[in-house]
């Protein structure tokens, strides 16, 4: 049987059939990875989060020798433990810190409590079960459990948050999992979570082979539920169905809502997008289209890139850190660059990019007046896009869009996930070609953002 540990909770959250998958074909991990996907730090980064505490750091070639640090470090009493292993039966918890407080244990007058360092402002609920998941471990090592979870963001702050909240959830997930893990097959919703697993494409191919529900775009699980006890169990069928008879049939769900679920279905079904409406863009001939490549790993917004357009014409400029210590210097740049262009439009797509410019002033300095006026110029391409038209994929990011319109991103293997894996390995190997895909990688989003601007006001007339 295999072992279950803070990845297995969020392979299943994200989608069931990954820890069907992995058990069956185990993974050959890549660490960065994983810390990514779960909004984790580097090791060196994190070290230096919890400098002003007197830890230990457990260094260790498999669990079995981690897990023998671990436990001596807390029959001690150290303070805090750095990358700690506890094992219980089949259950490995490994979290970032383990911290000494009062009371009463197997080992004394104390007990510790976990806590993981990740870079997100939110308290997922992700995160809370995992927390769960360390405190079960913790009761079976120590012999008492904790009460609390902990979440300690890049800046230090710690959020904690009460275990008995999120603790039937957390069996109800510990439940799923096992059953998995003894074979018994899980019923399958496709959410944009799935794109995380290694088998995104089976999941997709076997949603389009079954019709499924789920493709629908952000369709709720209680939706699909109420779709199917009235009968409606496919794509096809729904995209056929009559509205008044909709309407009657199926409870639970508004009219306008179920009419707004039939459009995407018949969308979906005949591989044609809708216009609901007129799509509020302006139509300004010279706008700026902006993207920018982050390494949560480092907490780092690495570059920077611009396109300008200027009627038929098209201008790339992009500004680069190509090490940590010089997003100052290429942020300032960028920001100069864009107050060159007075008044002209800035598109994104989707909020990140104007949460990183409120970000950076804040972090490098900056007038207010220098975010309200980057503020009011900025326009999120996916907000407009969403509010009036269907388009017939399941997901709306920018590539499902742009590969609608016959958008092709050069590098076969593109994806943000993988750019911050190309810089990590940049920074190691200094490999200049690695850095040029990046660049890459980045024109042809803010390429593509263009194609679809273009589109989209092509399709407004």
Known sequence: MPTITKNTFFQYLKCPSWVKHASESPEVLNSLRVRLQQDGLLKENLRTIIADRKFFEVEADDLEEGEIQTINAMRAGVPSIFGGTLIFDRLVAQPDLLERVEGKSNFGDYYYIACDVKRTKHLKEEYKIQGCFYAEVLKFVQGIKPKQGYLMRPNGE????????????YYLTL??????????????FLTSECKQSPWFSKCREAAIFNDDLSRINRIWRSEVKDLM???YDTISELAAAHPDRLGVVVTGISRERLEFLRAQAQALASGRH??????DLPFDENYLVVDIESDPLRDLDYLFGVLVVDGDKTEYHCFVASKPEEEERAWKECLEFLRRYAGWRIYHYGYSEIDTFKHLLERYGGEPEIFQDLSERSVDLLIRLRESVIFPVSFYSLKDLAHFIGFNWRHPEASGLNSVLWYEEFL?????GLLEDIVKYNEDDVLATERLIKWAKKAAV
């Open 428 to 432: 190691s190997t200094g490999d200049q």
């Open 175 to 188: 439940d799923g999992i096992e059953r998995i893990l003894h074979g018994e097959d899980e019923p399958h």
């Open 158 to 169: 710690i959020t904690s948050y009460l275990l008995e909240e999120i603790e039937e959830k």
């Open 229 to 231: 006890a009235a009968g």
């Open 274 to 279: 809708q216009i609901l409406g007129k799509i």
